[in-house]
């Protein structure tokens, strides 16, 4: 049979591995790291497990899909619950405001807390539906190279214009149009880092994000997030996929204009389909760093998507006041998006996430204990003095979590790991930390992502967070099934 070498083994990877592997080829996948799952990873704290970088699941169905395509039964493998809080929010004026995924209820809380009119929200509904519809079937779910085929370039840019696709103003300037209160601006603006943009210069296309979460619903994987990977490997393995960790592929073997391989740990290994789930800048400046005129110069200047510091907190404490997700919003939105995208540092009031899957997941902490992923949205890494905004930020954060939530949280803490953007590059090869690969923080920029298939190099393919349709696992697994479409 054909062979096919994957490049990292990152969701989009092991999910191209999976994809491949069912329609007949044999599959290795090559991992730098001595375990797979890239972003998506996990870390151990003494008695505490956390969920090392995504934390929001959305549209599992295409995690499921992979099951079902290999003729296997998803919940075998894998298990998870729809969320009925989908997240609970703290704004500094006092406003508590709870996310149900019911939309009548939900509806009922914004009329109690913010007093936003209900016809708003449905108008924000009836918005966001409409953009999914349009954008879904033609651009996510399809390669970026098939646009081609169903459109010139003028025609896809007066696609771009189409109203309803709201591409002419940004996020926050449609959110502006659609609600009175300033609170529900901000609660539907945080959207735009859904995928590590800025609202007030995302194309107001973005606003398609609620859409996801709001109709088809925010899920928990019942063992937490790290087990979407362990069931994916389970599964590869099962399908005869080879992975080989601590092997970091050092470049890609072409023959003329063909890829024909890879060089990992000083071997050549012949494959007929090279795919790398390596971040798109690094495949180049790496992996083929001795053929500069084969790189897209334009999107590898593209702007990166905003990165994370995350700090792993075990709490010797269980918190009443909080769910699975919570948000404690900045008081001045626009200052904290200046920061991070133009003076590209941290807001010394930032928006700052807290997540505790031991609310669920009862093991992933000790008794009376929590397991709390804090995270704020930061600047790509441009050799910042990291160090010194990390303990700025830190006391930041405790000194907004103790007010809001009535309590010192600094004392609370008994163990602690922190994640910057320099670790998010270092260990996963991502350029600059970003998390999302570009960001989307122009007009055309999420539309323009690098392609799933090189257009010079015969062969070659590209999955994962920093080519088309995006980064977030979902848009991570489209990129496989679209890779998987495009090798035939
Ligand atoms: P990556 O996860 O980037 O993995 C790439 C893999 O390739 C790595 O394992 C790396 O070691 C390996 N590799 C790289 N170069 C080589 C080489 N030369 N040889 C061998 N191996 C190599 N998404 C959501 O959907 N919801 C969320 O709530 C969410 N929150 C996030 C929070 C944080 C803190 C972070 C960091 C990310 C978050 N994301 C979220 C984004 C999500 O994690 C990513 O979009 C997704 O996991 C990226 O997957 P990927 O397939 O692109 O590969």
Known sequence: SKKAVVIGAGIAGIASAIRLAVKGYTVEVFEANGTAGGKLGEVQQSNFRFDAGPSLLTLPQYIDELFELAGKEPSRYFKYQKLDVICKYFYEDGTKLTAYADKDKFEEEMAAHIGEPVTSTEKQITKSRQIYELTNPVFLQKPFGGLKSFFTKDGFKALLNIKKLDAGRTMHRANQSLFKDARMIQFYDRYATYNGSNPYAAPATLNVIPHLEQHYGAYFPTEGMYSIITALVKLATELGIKFRYKSPVESILLTGSKATGIKVNGEEITADVVISNMDIWFTYKKLLKDQPRLHPQKVLQQERSSSALVFYWGINKKSQKLELHNIFFSADYKAEFDHIWQQKTIYHDPTVYVNITSKLKHRDAPPDCENWFVMINVPANAGQDWDTLITEARKNILAKLSTRLN??????????????????????????GSIYGTSSNSKYAAFMRHANQSAKIKNLYFCGGSVHPGGGIPLCLLSAKIVSELVG
Do not use: A, C, M
Request: glycine share 4%.
């Open 407 to 432: 309590e010192n949280i600094g004392k609370l803490i008994i163990s602690e790991t922190v994640l910057d953007p320099r670790d998010i590059e270092t260990n996963t090869s991502s350029y600059q």
